[in-house]
């Protein structure tokens, strides 16, 4: 079997092609608000700080620690996260592209790839962006490259095994794309031994650096995992979720949708490609039981990536490929906001509505944070929360609560703490149940803040905090995240977080309904004025044996009844959509909360409550 590394001729042919990808790469060019997440850890390492995001709490925020290398050192050389941002992920799709288009595709098939990615809205967006595609992408074509020119000698594996040990440190979920790769090439190799040192090598950056978090972080896994993963939600909600991550994001780029779907079922065909096709379900599937994200087409990237370069070794004819191209390219410039339509308009366009939770997050964030944004004596991103985190917090405190925490904590004074509602930066709100929501949005699962935490904060006196588990729960944290590095006490905290101990205590009910407005029955009137209500509902207390009530929710939705007796729930009955639902309380019961069960695409309802 041929080699797939083209001559040197052949290659330098390709390069046109790299070109004009990486050209429409720099035209739609952004960085987003989590990329300055990264940035601003990138920014106390340099001043010595540390690899915090909060000065002297040793939290791990971030997800990439391969791309934080990278960015942090371009950042200590240019200056301007902006900037640097940019830079890298231009520079690093650049080489991917090279070593994909000029090195591993066949000469018939590269312009079909080339133009395949140059109408992929996600290829495109999140080739810059800040966040860790662009070398994910690049490790995915080195394991590519190697498993192609290599496996059918048996030399692959060792090689391939540890790229798929490097993919871990671009994402944790990453490896699952190259599994199929090091498998196959394990598979070949079997003969030749040395399969327990491939993997020994493919686990070393693994190992390497979960000792690293270990010690220095006291987590095996980042926070912002037990943020977005560990929050308890049902399963099926899940999935459902992921569903509709995968619809909404082929909706909005059908380029991305059709080759991705082609591209699976062309590489099953053929026996060399298979684990292309393998290593880009196996993340599908993944993606689907996370529920996705809240950037659409953000997890799509790599995946479409792997099955292109898969594809690109295709003996193509030429009129075969030309109509390709011209499919593509119609499909690409005829679906919503084509990559290669992308001009100083984009800047004054209206972004489209989130759905389900999910946004073009590029076209959200262009009119702040895109090369089209830039005039000449300007500093990006131009945005207002990158003012609020210039002034400070209100009170003049250095605690603000902000959840959006990327421009804010990066423009903010490097002693101001940030508090986000999402969790991504807060080990204590990490492990709390999230707040309620019938329709959540993945990525952003909004956490209650318990009463005195802000205040522990701020004074460090834990003592503030009113709920004593949560109390145990911030000390030990504070142990493990500021306390010196071998302490005995420390040790002892981590293992107590890591076995769940500390949050066995915790009430999740009351801070799953912690947004629950509460309501005295002896207030009730035949006037009462309507109250509103989010997807924690209303929980009415004092209710008198045999009380009637009518409840009058707008818009109507069903929901269920939680009747209550010593504030424990006794038994349950769901009511469907009414514009007046009467409720009586039984004898015995003292107390009722009403859980909406839509919330009929609204942030609250208004419910009316009469004698």
Same mark, same amino acid.
């Given at each position: 079997m041929p080699s797939s590394r083209p001559r040197s001729g052949a290659a330098l042919a390709r390069w046109p092609w790299v070109v004009l990808v990486t050209l429409v790469?720099?035209?739609?060019?952004?960085?987003?608000?989590?990329?300055?997440?990264?940035?601003?850890? /990138?920014?106390? !390492?340099?001043?010595?700080?540390?690899? %915090?995001?909060?000065?002297?709490?040793?939290?791990?925020?971030?997800?990439?620690?391969?791309?934080?290398?990278?960015? !942090? %050192? *371009?950042?200590?050389?240019?200056?301007?996260?902006?900037? /640097?941002?940019?830079?890298?992920?231009?520079?690093?799709?650049?080489?991917?592209?090279?070593?994909?288009?000029?090195?591993i595709a066949r000469a018939g098939a590269v312009g079909l790839a080339a133009v395949a990615l140059l109408g992929s809205r996600a290829f495109v967006d999140y080739s810059t962006s800040g966040l860790e595609n662009p070398l994910t992408h690049l490790v995915v074509a080195m394991a590519v490259w190697v498993y192609l020119g290599e496996v059918h000698r048996g030399r692959a594996f060792v090689r391939i095994a540890v790229l798929t040990g490097l993919a871990f440190l671009c994402r944790p979920d990453a490896p699952l794309l190259l599994v199929p790769l090091s498998l196959a090439a394990g598979w070949q190799a079997r003969r030749r031994g040395g399969s327990v040192r491939a993997l020994g090598l493919g686990m070393l950056p693994v190992l390497a650096w979960e000792s690293f978090s270990l010690v220095y972080y006291g987590a095996l896994v980042p926070n912002t995992a037990l943020a977005k993963l560990g929050a308890g939600l049902p399963a099926g909600d899940v999935w459902i979720q992921g569903g509709r991550y995968l619809i909404e994001s082929a909706t909005g780029d059908p380029v991305t949708a059709v080759v991705l779907t082609g591209g699976i079922l062309g590489c099953g065909l053929r026996r060399l490609t298979r684990p292309l096709a393998a290593g880009a379900v196996l993340y599908l599937l993944y993606v689907l039981s996370i529920g996705g994200d809240f950037m659409a087409g953000r997890f799509?990237?790599?995946?479409?990536?792997?099955?292109?370069l898969g594809c690109s070794r295709w003996r193509m004819r030429p009129r075969g490929s030309r109509l390709g191209c011209i499919g593509l390219l119609v499909l690409g410039l005829l679906g919503p906001r084509s990559p290669l339509a992308t001009g100083p308009a984009s800047v004054h366009a209206e972004p489209p509505r989130p759905r389900h939770g999910i946004a073009d997050e590029r076209a959200h964030y262009a009119a702040a944070a895109s090369l089209w944004a830039w005039a000449p004596g300007t500093s990006l991103p131009r945005h207002r929360w990158r003012e609020l985190g210039e /002034?400070?917090?209100?009170?003049?405190?250095?605690? $603000?609560?902000?959840?959006?925490?990327?421009?804010?904590?990066?423009?903010?004074?490097?002693?101001?703490?940030?508090?986000?509602?999402?969790?991504?930066g807060d080990p204590l709100l990490a492990r709390l149940p999230t707040l309620r929501r019938i329709h959540f949005r993945p990525g952003h699962l909004s956490r209650p803040l318990p009463e005195g935490y802000v205040d522990a904060?701020?004074?460090?006196?834990?003592?503030?905090?009113?709920?004593?588990? *949560?109390?145990?729960?911030?000390?030990?944290?504070?142990?493990?995240?500021?306390?010196?590095?071998?302490?005995?006490?420390?040790?002892?905290?981590? /293992?107590?977080?890591?076995?769940?101990?500390?949050?066995?205590?915790?009430?999740?009910?009351?801070?799953?309904?912690?947004? %629950?407005?509460?309501?005295?029955?002896?207030?009730?009137?035949?006037r009462t004025k309507p109250l509103r209500i989010r997807d924690a509902g209303l929980r009415i207390e004092g209710l008198d044996a045999a009380q009637t009530l009518e409840l009058?929710?707008?818009?109507?939705?069903?929901?269920?009844?939680?009747?209550? $007796?010593?504030?424990?729930? %006794?038994?349950?009955?769901?009511?469907?959509?009414a514009e007046r639902m009467p409720v009586t309380a039984a004898p015995g019961i003292d107390g009722l909360h009403v859980v909406p069960l839509d919330m009929a695409g609204r942030r609250s309802l208004s419910i009316a409550v009469r004698r």
């Amino acid at each position: 079997m041929p080699s797939s590394r083209p001559r040197s001729g052949a290659a330098l042919a390709r390069w046109p092609w790299v070109v004009l990808v990486t050209l429409v790469v720099i035209q739609n060019a952004w960085v987003c608000d989590d990329a300055f997440i990264t940035l601003r850890v /990138a920014d106390h !390492a340099w001043a010595g700080r540390g690899l %915090v995001f909060n000065e002297g709490w040793r939290v791990q925020v971030y997800t990439h620690p391969a791309w934080l290398a990278v960015l !942090a %050192v *371009v950042y200590g050389g240019l200056g301007s996260g902006f900037l /640097a941002a940019v830079a890298c992920g231009v520079v690093t799709s650049a080489a991917a592209l090279w070593l994909g288009l000029a090195r591993i595709a066949r000469a018939g098939a590269v312009g079909l790839a080339a133009v395949a990615l140059l109408g992929s809205r996600a290829f495109v967006d999140y080739s810059t962006s800040g966040l860790e595609n662009p070398l994910t992408h690049l490790v995915v074509a080195m394991a590519v490259w190697v498993y192609l020119g290599e496996v059918h000698r048996g030399r692959a594996f060792v090689r391939i095994a540890v790229l798929t040990g490097l993919a871990f440190l671009c994402r944790p979920d990453a490896p699952l794309l190259l599994v199929p790769l090091s498998l196959a090439a394990g598979w070949q190799a079997r003969r030749r031994g040395g399969s327990v040192r491939a993997l020994g090598l493919g686990m070393l950056p693994v190992l390497a650096w979960e000792s690293f978090s270990l010690v220095y972080y006291g987590a095996l896994v980042p926070n912002t995992a037990l943020a977005k993963l560990g929050a308890g939600l049902p399963a099926g909600d899940v999935w459902i979720q992921g569903g509709r991550y995968l619809i909404e994001s082929a909706t909005g780029d059908p380029v991305t949708a059709v080759v991705l779907t082609g591209g699976i079922l062309g590489c099953g065909l053929r026996r060399l490609t298979r684990p292309l096709a393998a290593g880009a379900v196996l993340y599908l599937l993944y993606v689907l039981s996370i529920g996705g994200d809240f950037m659409a087409g953000r997890f799509l990237t790599a995946p479409l990536w792997l099955v292109v370069l898969g594809c690109s070794r295709w003996r193509m004819r030429p009129r075969g490929s030309r109509l390709g191209c011209i499919g593509l390219l119609v499909l690409g410039l005829l679906g919503p906001r084509s990559p290669l339509a992308t001009g100083p308009a984009s800047v004054h366009a209206e972004p489209p509505r989130p759905r389900h939770g999910i946004a073009d997050e590029r076209a959200h964030y262009a009119a702040a944070a895109s090369l089209w944004a830039w005039a000449p004596g300007t500093s990006l991103p131009r945005h207002r929360w990158r003012e609020l985190g210039e /002034a400070g917090p209100d009170d003049g405190s250095r605690v $603000a609560v902000f959840s959006t925490m990327g421009y804010y904590g990066f423009f903010a004074d490097p002693s101001i703490h940030v508090v986000d509602g999402f969790a991504l930066g807060d080990p204590l709100l990490a492990r709390l149940p999230t707040l309620r929501r019938i329709h959540f949005r993945p990525g952003h699962l909004s956490r209650p803040l318990p009463e005195g935490y802000v205040d522990a904060l701020r004074s460090g006196d834990a003592s503030s905090i009113e709920d004593p588990a *949560v109390r145990e729960l911030f000390e030990a944290l504070r142990l493990v995240h500021r306390g010196p590095l071998w302490s005995r006490e420390r040790w002892a905290a981590i /293992a107590a977080l890591h076995t769940g101990a500390l949050t066995e205590a915790i009430d999740r009910e009351h801070y799953a309904f912690f947004e %629950v407005v509460r309501l005295r029955a002896r207030r009730v009137g035949r006037r009462t004025k309507p109250l509103r209500i989010r997807d924690a509902g209303l929980r009415i207390e004092g209710l008198d044996a045999a009380q009637t009530l009518e409840l009058g929710l707008e818009p109507p939705v069903d929901v269920e009844l939680r009747w209550l $007796a010593g504030g424990e729930t %006794v038994s349950t009955e769901v009511r469907a959509a009414a514009e007046r639902m009467p409720v009586t309380a039984a004898p015995g019961i003292d107390g009722l909360h009403v859980v909406p069960l839509d919330m009929a695409g609204r942030r609250s309802l208004s419910i009316a409550v009469r004698r």
